[in-house]
């Protein structure tokens, strides 16, 4: 009778436990709030002829170009929002005008900025893909890049990009003359301010920079001199994973839309979250497979002006395109 008793009140500390558990980590997973994205199209399939990709990893959005990181082809594709290919430019290599696995692309009045991954340097084309300049080189001092993932570009003209290997941001002025860097992993890499692979930035109107701090599974945001402002990602957004709502498991590309939301590439989640400025989680769309609306890896993404999301969907060697719901 006494083991009998023992058991029951064992059982039943045990289901507290687990309603606790329960409870508590549903306490860190949002509800979705307000209209989301609908699917609309898509194109591209895996190869090297135009309008094929091999790895695409980079996207940048104007009133009617879509630009393509074609990451392992070393090229840049142009299309229109409906997806036509247009033309291509850019070959694997590191002379002027060739590329070295191109990633997150950015473009700020009329020229586009290319992060070169394999090269360690930002080059700058024209919209019709002639090169004009290049900023920076390998290695680990001041304005120096080891893998750069992302660039964001001022008003000012100033660059801010998202030194992978290096784990920091750096800013530089528009001729690549160093500022100052900050986020330099500390011991765990998961304190405020601190970076595990950053892989792109974005920045406000308002001058805030938003850091998809990629392996760290997580956003953090900095004024325009690097003073953190907060971060956010699973709970207390010290770098914890997972599948849930507002949780990220490798972010890897972050935009800002026409009305100040953040929208994060969610890398093994196969998704794209939408937060506040301030990190509440909105909204989610896509899902995993090779389907209409599922991405195998969303890497990268931009915002068109009207609101419209075209999205590197990586791994099935495409661009999505979705729009918000009215």
Request: charged share 20%; hydrophobic share 40%; net charge negative.
């Amino acid at each position: 009778m006494q083991v009998k008793r023992f058991l029951k009140a064992g059982a039943i500390v045990a289901g507290l436990v687990a309603v606790a558990a329960i409870a508590s980590c549903a306490a860190f997973i949002p509800s979705e709030k307000g209209p989301g994205y609908e699917f609309v199209g898509a194109w591209g399939s895996k190869g090297s002829e135009p309008g094929q990709f091999d790895d695409p990893t980079g996207v940048a959005v104007t009133a009617d170009k879509v630009f393509v990181a074609d990451a392992r082809n070393g090229r840049i594709q142009v299309f229109d929002h409906e997806g036509q290919f247009k033309r291509a430019f850019g070959t694997p290599g590191d002379a002027a005008g060739e590329l070295g696995r191109p990633m997150n692309l950015t473009i700020h009045e009329g020229e586009l900025y290319v992060p070169e991954y394999m090269n360690d340097r930002i080059q700058v084309f024209s919209q019709d893909g002639d090169s004009q300049r290049m900023i920076g080189g390998p290695g680990e001092g001041p304005g120096e890049f080891d893998a750069p993932g992302g660039v964001a570009v001022a008003a000012s003209g100033d660059l801010f990009v998202a030194d992978f290997y290096n784990q920091r941001v750096q800013r530089l002025r528009a001729d690549g003359e160093f500022i100052r860097q900050w986020g330099t992993t500390g011991e765990t890499g998961r304190g405020a301010g601190e970076f595990t692979y950053p892989t792109d930035v974005a920045l406000a109107a308002d001058g805030t920079l938003y850091v998809a701090d990629g392996y760290g599974n997580r956003v953090q945001a900095f004024d325009a001199e690097g003073e953190f402002l907060h971060k956010w990602g699973g709970p207390f957004a010290i770098g914890i994973y997972g599948p849930f709502n507002g949780w990220l498991t490798t972010v890897t590309g972050i935009a800002i839309g026409p009305d100040g939301q953040v929208l994060s590439a969610d890398f093994y989640n196969d998704r794209v979250q939408v937060f506040t400025a301030e990190g509440k989680f909105l909204n989610t769309f896509g899902d995993t497979g090779d389907g209409p609306g599922q991405f195998n890896h969303a890497i990268a993404l931009d915002i068109a002006p009207d609101g419209t999301v075209f999205v590197a969907d990586f791994q099935n060697n495409r661009i999505e395109k979705w729009r918000p719901v009215q």
